[in-house]
């Protein structure tokens, strides 16, 4: 399986903030924001690998600064490292103000998508090809990411096992 670049897998989306989409304290809902993160990582990664995708985990989600209603609110997203038939994507937010002019990084993500076969089975994916700074970077330090990954996992299983599904009340 040939490797990819990770300029393949790079997607850009703008949205403007509008009133319903903010909160008691006059920003961009949370919740709105991880939905618009969710949606273009699954782009990022169905353009790696070609294959149905689906989100395995919101590795994190990092809030840095308030995005308002005179902003606009971009996200970048591509893949940044492959594991045999997943792929970490990172989201970076950018919140400009159309008045100003102004940017900021306003949050960053990285989630982890599995690519699937017709029959819903794991499929292998290419390698990513890192090229600029940026893509070396992150690229260099996601083996790290995945070690605190797979441990997550494990706590959550571990958790899942003691946890009941039952209602109190139940």
Sequence with gaps: MEPRFVRESRCVKTNRIF??????????????????????ASISASKHCRQTSVTASTDSVDFLQP???????????????????????????IAENLLSGRRTIAATAFLTF?????????????????????EIKLHESAPLRAEMRRQRRQESKKLAEFITAKYPWE
């Design 19 to 40: 009133p319903t989409d903010v909160n008691n304290h006059n920003t961009l809902f949370g919740g709105k924001l991880m939905a618009y993160i969710d949606d273009i």
């Design 67 to 93: 995005i308002h209603p005179t902003d606009s609110v971009s996200l970048e997203s591509f893949v940044t490292w492959t594991g045999k038939s997943s792929m970490e994507i990172f989201v970076k937010v």
């Design 114 to 134: 599995v690519a699937l076969d017709e029959k819903k089975q794991t499929v292998q994916v290419p390698q990513v090809i890192p090229e600029t700074e940026e």
